[in-house]
């Protein structure tokens, strides 16, 4: 498998002698990605910091978590969802006359974080496998191909992190084995940049981010034209807001700056980084206590321009999605919910818009500090969500700490 291992399936019937240049077009409306993603609707632009932010917005890396007070740091994240539970899971959301097999889906990403201060990078690399038929895309025979997408973001928090500023990479690999035998090789590389806005002191954030469209160029084999895989551009706006409960923007604080500020007007003692740690420890658990999060977006994304599904008229223009989450601790410092709402619409001019629903949640579990690797946040979590819609299901996992 190329790059990350993502899988797909396209399989089309015999084109005609004259066949004109092949496309897959990978437009769809359904969202993946991390549980906190996926339950909070996708509604994510604005929001998005940690490892889950990389492949959303590339400012996100140099957002500073509220429990980090190192000026160096690091962090890495892991995701796996599966889409294959329902007799027609229905991924491309097409006409309920054309002719269709069950899409079953798997993704799974994992992803990685630096910070330096003000400044991150992020690695992300997404796998997802999809099981579909897609007869009329113009694909000259029997193909298994493989698509991995990695993600490498660069961000600075200008104003003491106040204004984050940031700008990447996508890089699609692709592999196609033919019916026939033969393992054929393509790349493609496209620009993403994106800025979040979040005044200290303040409950909201402003967030955009854009993403340039790819196509990796396939050379066909003899006698064949080129085929082109087409990762399509997406543009997003959205708004958080804490309604109630928490700091959403907290000034970034590092123990040396906790130790400073202490021994103004002294010398520095040996335990006086131990005792600015533990206050700043203290501060943070201080201000965990119930809160209630919304976040909104507008995304945009590339319609499907000449590659229809069936024998529908594809659409040629932008397909937007508006998306609404909620998020709250249901039992404080132990159960945390989310849930949130997305419009997918149709690719061709046939299908209906679909409306989306989604949950998730995080539960704390267990403290285990591995073997003292960890601290001093120790406490392990299970977290899961699920995006429903009409013959449509997606669950999501993975494990990671409670903060």
Known sequence: MLLTGLAAHARAEEAEASEEPQTIDTVRGTIQGSTRFIGLGGAFVALAEDTEGVPINPASVAVRLPYSWDAFSYGFGVDFSVGTWL????????????????????????????NIRHFGLGLSAEAEQNDVSQRTQGVSKDRTGNFGLVHLDAAYGYFE??????????????????????NLLTAGVGYKAGFIVKPTGTNFRLGVAIQQPINAKLEGEAGEEPTTVHIPWTASAGLAIMLSGRDLNRPFITVGDRVEQNTRGR??????????????????????????????????????RDVPLGNDVPIDRPLISPRVGLETELVPRWVRVRGGSYIELPVTEGGEARMHGTVGADIKLFPFSAFGLIGPFDWWQFSFAADMAENYLNTGFSVGIWH
């Open 267 to 304: 010398e520095e003692r040996e335990d006086d980084e131990e005792i600015a740690e533990k206050q700043l420890f203290d501060a943070y658990q201080k201000d965990q206590t119930w809160y209630l999060l919304l976040t909104s977006e507008v995304a945009l994304l590339q319609g499907p």
């Open 87 to 114: 007799p027609k899971n229905d991924v491309y959301n097409v006409p309920e006359d054309t002719e269709s097999e069950n899409n079953g889906t798997l993704f799974g990403s994992l992803a990685a974080i630096v």
């Open 161 to 182: 992190g106040q204004l984050l500023l940031g700008a990447g990479l996508r890089v699609v690999g692709v592999s196609f084995d033919g019916n026939e035998g033969g």
